[in-house]
T-cell receptor, first 114, second 112 residues
Framework: KAGVTQTPRYLIKTRGQQVTLSCSPI?????VSWYQQTPGQGLQFLFE???????NKGNFPGRFSGRQFSNSRSEMNVSTLELGDSALYLC?????????????FGQGTRLTVV | GENVEQHPSTLSVQEGDSAVIKCTYS??????FPWYKQELGKGPQLIID?????GEKKDQRIAVTLNKTAKHFSLHITETQPEDSAVYFC???????????FGTGTSLTVIP
């Protein structure tokens, strides 16, 4: 059974640009959550999508957005990139049909903003 | 919101010894507590979890205990091996979906 797939693995962007990251969950999983991981702030929740609807949202500015498609694949977008957006972005996949089910992470996308 | 504190931030043990990592949480509504292991260059890997209706759970060399009254939970690794070296994160969530609040991580080093 394939795990959670995140693409691309690495990205380098210039300040002010925008970026789109992709996450393909485990087959059959309908919930996808996104996290930002930095050395200073640790793992911080961005948002969760379940059945194409945003179910939960963390405390990030509106520059961070996401969506989920009918096949449960999810994308997150960051507009007007800032240097502080440099981080490892992780997505987690879970069945989602019941609340707080086991979540499995992908390897992440390392975003560097220069 | 929920606040999860994790201690210690670094831990070194001799191979074969036990390692204990402790976490506290603030929101009594939290009812699911997973533990993740993250190796360099990889995403976090779920190693064990516990729900609030259970006090203890064990899986081979790994065990987790939960004290709801005191709002703390701990990870116990026995007979540590070099491959246990990694960063471990505790997390807490409530019945509002899969939104996890993570601790700050413990870097475990097992010395051969």
């Amino acid at each position: 059974k394939a795990g959670v797939t995140q693409t691309p693995r690495y990205l380098i962007k210039t300040r002010g640009q925008q970026v789109t990251l992709s996450c393909s969950p485990i087959s059959g999983h309908r919930s996808v959550s996104w996290y930002q991981q930095t050395p200073g702030q640790g793992l911080q929740f961005l948002f969760e999508y379940f059945s194409e609807t945003q179910r939960n949202k963390g405390n990030f500015p509106g520059r961070f957005s996401g969506r989920q498609f009918s096949n449960s694949r999810s994308e997150m977008n960051v507009s007007t990139l800032e240097l502080g957006d440099s981080a490892l972005y992780l997505c987690a996949s879970s069945l989602g049909s019941g609340l707080n089910t086991e979540a499995f992470f992908g390897q992440g996308t390392r975003l560097t903003v220069v | 919101g929920e606040n999860v504190e994790q201690h210690p931030s670094t831990l070194s043990v001799q191979e074969g010894d036990s390692a204990v990592i402790k976490c506290t949480y603030s929101d009594s509504a939290s009812n699911y507590f997973p533990w993740y292991k993250q190796e360099l260059g990889k995403g976090p890997q779920l190693i064990i979890d516990i729900r609030s209706n259970v006090g203890e759970k064990k899986d081979q060399r790994i065990a987790v205990t939960l004290n709801k009254t005191a709002k703390h939970f701990s990870l116990h690794i026995t007979e540590t091996q070099p491959e246990d070296s990694a960063v471990y994160f505790c997390a807490a969530s409530k019945d509002t979906g899969n939104q996890f609040y993570f601790g700050t991580g413990t870097s475990l080093t097992v010395i051969p």
